[in-house]
């Protein structure tokens, strides 16, 4: 079979998955897992054979004509590079993990069918993004994932979180589409070609007309879909939909697929100094208050929705400096260990019946509930803080340098000041994401107070996900001295300067936030036992309980019960709290960026569409209601002549008559008299 066939297959795959998963889902229940499973299971098998088979050489190529569209075709075409080959890997290896934990965390669920299918969908358009090699066939895939979305994070529909959650992260992001698809059409007119390997031919033989204005509308639909600011706060509250699906979205798909479009188009980028500077700020600023935010969350999952806006910061920052092997490297490091991250995050769920940080830390005992959700998991936020030698390490080292190079001058692709500003706002967020990491950790599995809540051992499926994943959570960035040939052949190894830094602001961070714990855990510590007869000492700390879910429910049940509990006060020994003072209240709510949103744009559109309502109900309805008014009145008094009576209309008839003649006869006298 050859490399094209077998790419061709790897999208397919799961949409036929998908596809049959829908039409059995309610007659043959019991297909539904293999179909959910097995479709992307092959599909992943399959983007590895491509993936061997292109080793990183010359790019695959094959196109045909879909329909003729006039002066620009359409083709439904493919385009493997290295790049494109090993995204698609990630993609269905992490697709792949998702399936079979959510075969565990969410077996009794009622609306699993449709929630594995359009898992399987989803699957199926990013792997469409990652080998298109036609923009108009990229846009399915894009715009298909944006709809999938909308579906699964509001799978627990019956909760308003979840319904609000998917409808703004729908809105949000078909924000950034609007200019995005105008972007493509003005690309594709400058360039005379949809086809990506025309797009970038045109480029090198300088054919942009309008590099700037191109470059910054497609710009709008990656801050949309890869969550950057501006468009980023559809990301946290999407944490509503199940576990899996977040671990999808942050890890493989969704938000993946706007880094990867920017790294395949990256000379149209490069070709205007403008658009990778407004790049560069973009990251930054997303980069750096994503992290403050992460370390003012309560809520488990939010804190790693934030934590994936600012890895994506770091991803845009690669992008900014013209290193898309930098960029795509961390993308893949960084979906191993997040994907690990949300997984564990789940089963902490489950463990604990909350995702409230604040109530497990009033908890003890998680660590022994959970051992492989604890273990991973610390894994995982190793790795997310870039301590050496997790994955994360090598790839953000891996995007410093590039920063290094490029603020140096070593590099020209992008300005040295871009540079400049991905190099400080990374080496700052490095010390945030390893203080909110700790922060994480301690919270979650170093509570004290009562037992934890016995919900039982979690599913296999659940457990064999999370210990497959750590491998390349902690493995995967020895692969740096061999990826560089399957991308531009930039070097992806660390340098000692930005290792130094790096990691010991990493250290740093993590240290203090551990230390700030301990000296406000002994300020809170329950007092010591009151001598006999004596009055008992108050306790410093908080004392009560805090509320979870059902006890004896799965994990899917759990989360969905844990979206309605309320979070209980702060806990005193939070040492995020401590660490941001006066910004801890603003970094919890965002920066209040809804407020300026809701303000700036639904206020005023609310208002134009009262007075919209106004118009068009005492203006518009009221002419309406009087040309009908006005027929019902002439119908009452044309009535009023229709009696019934014949003698009534002899009798008119006859009166007319004479009225006629005299107006006959008075108008002959005037006639004969002029």
């Known amino acids: 079979m050859t490399t094209t066939t077998l790419a061709v297959l790897v999208p397919l795959l799961p949409f036929l998955g998908s596809a049959a998963g829908l039409l059995l889902g309610r007659t043959a229940p019991g297909f539904v897992r293999p179909l959910a499973v097995l479709p992307t299971l092959a599909a992943a098998v399959l983007a590895v054979l491509v993936a061997a088979r292109q080793g990183g050489d010359r790019a695959i190529d094959a196109a045909t004509q879909l329909t003729p569209t006039g002066s620009v075709p359409i083709d439904l075409a493919l385009h493997i590079d290295g790049f494109a080959a090993v995204v698609a890997v990630l993609v269905g290896v992490v697709a792949t993990c998702v399936q079979i934990y959510s075969t565990g965390y969410l077996r009794h669920d009622p609306r699993y ?11 199926a358009a990013m792997l469409l993004v990652v080998y298109s090699g036609d923009l108009m066939v990229l846009l399915v895939g894009w715009e298909i994932m944006g709809i999938c979305s909308y579906f699964l994070v509001g799978h627990y529909w019956e909760t308003p979180e979840a319904r609000s959650a998917s409808l703004k992260a729908f809105l949000v992001t078909k924000l950034g589409d609007v200019p995005f698809l105008i972007g493509l059409f003005a ?14 031919g045109a480029v090198a033989a300088g054919g942009l007309d309008h590099p700037t204005l191109v470059a910054l509308l497609l710009l709008a639909g990656v801050a949309g ?13 999407a944490m509503a939909g199940p576990t899996p699906v977040s671990a999808l979205i942050h890890a493989a798909t969704m938000v993946a697929a706007g880094i990867y479009f920017v790294a395949r188009l990256l000379p149209v980028f490069a070709a205007s100094a403008a658009a990778l500077t407004v790049l560069a700020v973009m990251a930054a600023v997303t980069m750096v208050g994503s992290a403050l935010a992460a370390l003012a969350q309560d809520d488990i999952k939010r804190v790693l929705a934030y934590s994936t806006i600012g890895q994506l910061g770091y ?21 191993a260990f997040k994907a690990l991250l949300f997984l564990a995050a789940g089963a902490v769920i489950h463990a604990a ?21 604890y273990w991973t998991m610390t894994v995982g936020l190793l790795a997310l803080a870039a301590i050496p030698p997790f994955a994360g390490f090598f790839s953000k080292e891996a995007v410093l340098v590039a920063a290094e190079h490029t603020a140096t001058g070593d590099h020209t692709v992008a300005p040295a000041g871009a540079g400049w500003i991905v190099l400080v706002a990374g080496l700052l967020t490095a010390l945030l994401t390893a203080a909110y990491a700790m922060r ?24 064999t996900v999370l210990w497959v994943l750590a491998i390349p959570s902690l493995g995967f960035g020895l692969t740096a001295a061999y990826l560089d040939d399957w991308f531009d052949g930039n070097a992806l190894t660390p340098t000692l300067t930005t290792a130094v830094f790096g990691t010991g602001l990493a250290a740093v961070g993590a240290a203090v936030t551990y230390a700030v714990r301990r ?13 006999v007869g004596a009055a008992p000492v108050p306790a410093a700390g908080p004392v009560a309980a805090p509320t979870v879910a059902h006890p004896d429910a799965e994990a899917g049940q759990v989360e969905a019960e844990a979206l309605d509990l309320p979070h209980p006060a702060t806990d005193p020994a939070d040492p995020g709290r401590a660490l941001l ?89 005037v006639a004969a008299g002029a």
């Open 187 to 200: 690309l594709a007119a400058d360039a005379g070609t949809f086809r990506i390997t025309g797009v970038l």
């Open 225 to 237: 879909k890869s969550a950057q600011f501006p468009l980023h706060t559809w990301l946290p509250d």
């Open 315 to 335: 991803m845009s920052g690669a992008l900014a400096v013209g290193d898309r092997g930098a960029a795509v490297f961390h993308l893949l490091s960084h979906g």
């Open 353 to 373: 019946g909350t995702n409230s940080l604040t109530a497990m830390s009033r908890m003890s005992g998680l660590t022994k509930r959970i051992p492989d959700a």
């Open 113 to 123: 069918p449709s929630y594995a299918a359009l898992v399987s969908l989803f699957t």
């Open 440 to 463: 994480l950790w301690l919270l979650a599995f170093r509570g004290r107070g009562a037992e934890a809540p016995d919900h039982g051992r979690q599913p296999i499926a659940m457990t």
């Open 519 to 531: 000296t406000l855990v002994a300020r809170t510590a329950p007092p010591p036992a009151a001598p």
């Open 581 to 669: 003072g006066p910004l801890h209240r603003p970094a919890a709510d965002g920066f209040h960026l809804d407020a300026v949103y809701h303000a700036a744009f639904v206020r005023p559109v609310l208002a134009a569409a009262s007075l919209v309502r106004f118009l068009d109900r005492e203006v518009v309805d009221t002419y309406v209601r009087g040309a009908g008014e006005g027929a019902k009145g002439l119908g009452r008094l044309v009535r009023r002549a229709q009696t019934g009576n014949v003698q009534t209309y002899l009798s008119a008839l006859l009166a007319g008559s004479v009225v006629l003649a005299i107006v006959a006869v008075v108008l002959a006298n």
